[in-house]
């Protein structure tokens, strides 16, 4: 209880200061529908203090059909705010209409799924350490939070609305696939990855089991995004934004490095280790932010670069290097899956862009599904080709299917105790 007002406090605060700051923006970006536009979205800082503690406790209790629901069911939502709104012809304000959906829909469904209900602050309950933790956390992730959106906001006021539309596109296309790819091993293994921290050898291994999965499957898809970027544009958004092409394949090397970087970021918080997360923390805004500020003058195509090379040979070394100097997990732990995997990126790339080559006129949709399947059968060739890759396909499969099995009989017990012992109203 006490989290949860530390955590509508905190979004309150929040919400205050975006909401002085909107003058401000309004300003700098010379635009007065500025104003209106960021005390709406401001408000989607509350409901997510409102909401975190109930969604935290559903991550903990692992019920993840439950936040499946909410995720999906808010994006629906959200969806059906922004389209009915633009229908209406509310135009730019369907955009904001999402974001307060998504956001209000979360908060409501978080607290119908979580049967827990907050009670009155108390003092004396050992929340302090969880606060200082929380605290570290949450200073990294604002930092990083300011600094990621460097490149909206300088290249919104130098290189204009046209540009910086065109960059939003092929930033939004690369990061929102792999967030959604992100969500689940987050939510599954960090609950897990924190249980084990008294078990170095099995915290080790099953850490590296799970970050050689997530190469395996990253890379392919960071392959398909840069072999099928002009294909890709042209389904999606059609010849109106075949700008956009360029952009999407400079940002798509993101993906090579931005999976792996933030499932690094594990060891920190399941170990606790908060000076780590504070550093990394403001390591990587820093990195974010020289890279914008080296690629603004070339407009969106410099910072799309910069932002993607920068990552992958400056930001994801310094990021190993502070989470691999202490714990069972080490720094050449994690380079070593890295630049194993890398060979399924270079083969699944060449294979997406093969029928681009053969048939240049082709359909984009064809041209599309051809790369795609070219693609995944060249990942298929390596790693049933290549006895290490062969026994590791394998040893993952055997992996997940032992986690798995290990979640069904868990969730039977649960089921099977809370029947034979249902509990008293005063403890719920």
């Known amino acids: 209880s006490n989290l949860f007002w530390a955590n509508v406090a905190v979004g309150l605060l929040c919400t205050l200061v975006g909401f002085g700051f909107a003058p401000v923006l309004s300003w700098f970006n010379h635009d007065d529908r500025l104003v209106a536009i960021t005390i709406s979205l401001s408000l989607t800082l509350l409901a997510g203090g409102v909401a975190a503690q109930h969604l935290a406790l559903l991550n903990r209790q692992m019920r993840f059909k439950a936040l499946a629901v909410i995720d999906v069911g808010s994006m629906l939502i959200s969806l059906a705010v922004g389209i009915g709104m633009a229908a209406f012809g509310f ?29 009155l602050p108390k003092t004396g309950c050992g929340t302090r350490s969880m606060l200082h933790f929380g605290a570290s956390i949450t200073g990294a992730m ?26 939003s596109r092929g930033m939004a296309f690369v990061l929102r696939p792999l967030d959604q790819f992100l969500a689940p091993f987050d939510k599954v293994f960090v609950p897990i990855l924190s249980r084990l921290q008294d078990q170095p050898e099995r915290y080790r291994r099953n850490f590296l089991q ?49 999976p792996l970087a933030c499932a690094s970021m594990w060891l920190l918080t399941t170990q606790r280790r908060n000076r780590d997360i504070l550093m990394s923390g403001g390591a990587i805004s820093l990195i974010t932010l020289v890279s914008v500020v080296v690629g603004l003058p070339f407009g969106p195509m410099g910072v799309a670069l910069a932002l993607s090379l920068l990552g992958i040979f400056v930001r994801l070394p310094v990021q190993y ?21 890398l060979p399924f990126w270079i083969v699944v790339s060449g294979g997406a862009y093969l029928p681009q080559l053969l048939f240049p006129k082709m359909i984009p949709l064809i041209q599309t599904a051809l790369g795609v399947s070219m693609g995944l059968f060249a990942a298929l060739i390596l790693a049933w080709g290549v006895p290490h890759y062969r026994r590791e396909v394998l040893e993952l499969l055997e992996f997940f299917k032992r986690f798995l099995a290990r979640r069904r009989e868990s969730a039977l017990n649960e089921n099977a105790s809370q029947k034979s012992n249902p509990p008293a109203k005063a403890q719920v």
């Open 210 to 258: 799970i970050y050689s999965a997530m190469a395996l499957l990253s890379f392919p898809i960071a392959g398909l995004l840069l072999g099928l970027s002009k294909p890709l544009v042209l389904v999606l958004l059609t010849e109106k934004w075949i700008e956009v092409a360029p952009l999407f394949a400079a940002l798509s090397l993101t993906a090579l490095y931005y």
């Open 142 to 167: 604002l930092i990083r939070r300011i600094t990621s959106n460097a490149d909206n906001f300088l290249l919104g006021r130098y290189s204009g609305a046209y540009a910086l539309g065109l960059y």
């Open 91 to 119: 135009g730019y304000w369907s955009l904001v209409g999402v974001q307060l959906g998504a956001a209000v829909s979360e908060l409501m469904m978080a607290w119908a799924c979580s049967k827990w209900r907050p009670q």
């Open 321 to 341: 290097k502070i989470v691999g100097r202490s714990g069972p997990v080490r720094t050449t732990d994690l380079w070593k899956v890295f630049l194993q995997h």
